[in-house]
């Protein structure tokens, strides 16, 4: 039998993504669940018409589920936590809502849902800007000493979640260690953990919020985020 599925998408000023975005993920779950719900968890702060175009499809699809992220919750890790809160059944995919993913190949993850209880995608290959992946080399280095993560792709946001695992897991991580959190904390508390190749494709449409708008470099801000949760993740794990 298909298994019953809840799926999200942070967003965050995605409004020419997220109408296709919709559609596919509307066909990708008519295939391959029985009962399902798509929920995208915008932030509050949006200044596009992301939310708009949610509310126009909700009108007319029952499946479709808007949340909204306070402006004083901000960050993807708020998103993320939002995400999980949310979903109503056991098994729970997520990924980013700027279509760089291929929903499709959930169907390389659904035979494995009822053994594992975290399928990890990692991307074959990754088709960022070149400052971008230097940056996710570097950061995907530390993280695996700091933390004993043996994943290939510890930031890749295409993953599947038992939601049993959210109710014993506490994420703490508000910005863009959310994804690196769940995997630390999945591994240390002796999840089954399985890794799957997955496509990933230019960002075609909207402004990325990891970089600056010259020359791909991260955002200063993003970077200080990153390392106070660094800090904060390592002292939070390491609790006697």
């Known amino acids: 039998m298909k298994p019953d599925i809840s799926i999200f998408f942070p967003a965050f000023n995605e409004e020419e993504n997220i109408r296709p975005l919709l559609e596919k993920a509307t066909s990708v779950m008519n ?3 029985n009962n399902y719900e798509i929920i995208i968890v915008v932030f509050e702060a949006s200044t596009d018409n992301t939310i708009n175009i949610v509310n126009e499809i909700i009108a007319k699809d029952n499946h479709v589920r808007l949340v909204i992220q306070p402006k004083e919750m901000k960050g993807i890790g708020y998103a993320i936590r939002q995400g999980f809160d949310s979903a109503k059944y056991e098994h729970i995919f997520y990924t980013d809502a700027d279509n760089q993913f291929e929903l499709e190949e959930i169907d390389r993850f659904v035979p494995y849902i009822g053994d594992c209880d975290v399928i990890a995608g990692y991307r074959k290959k990754r088709n960022d800007p070149f400052l971008r992946i230097l940056t996710a080399i570097v950061y995907n280095i ?14 890749c946001a295409f ?20 994804t690196s959190e769940l995997l630390a904390k999945a591994r240390k508390y002796g999840y089954k953990i399985k890794e799957i190749p997955v ?3 230019p960002r075609k449409l909207g402004q990325s ?16 985020s990153l390392v106070k949760e660094l800090n904060l ?4 794990m390491h609790r006697k």
């Open 209 to 224: 919020k990891f970089e600056g708008k010259r020359a791909n470099l991260p955002r200063v801000g993003v970077v200080m």
């Open 233 to 236: 993740l390592w002292r939070d």
């Open 142 to 155: 530390i993280v695996k000493i700091l933390f004993g993560i043996k994943e290939r792709d510890v930031d």
């Open 159 to 178: 993953r599947y979640v038992n939601k049993r695992v959210f109710e014993e897991v506490n994420l703490i991580c508000k910005y863009g260690m959310g």
């Open 31 to 33: 295939k391959f669940a």
């Open 199 to 201: 496509t990933h494709y």
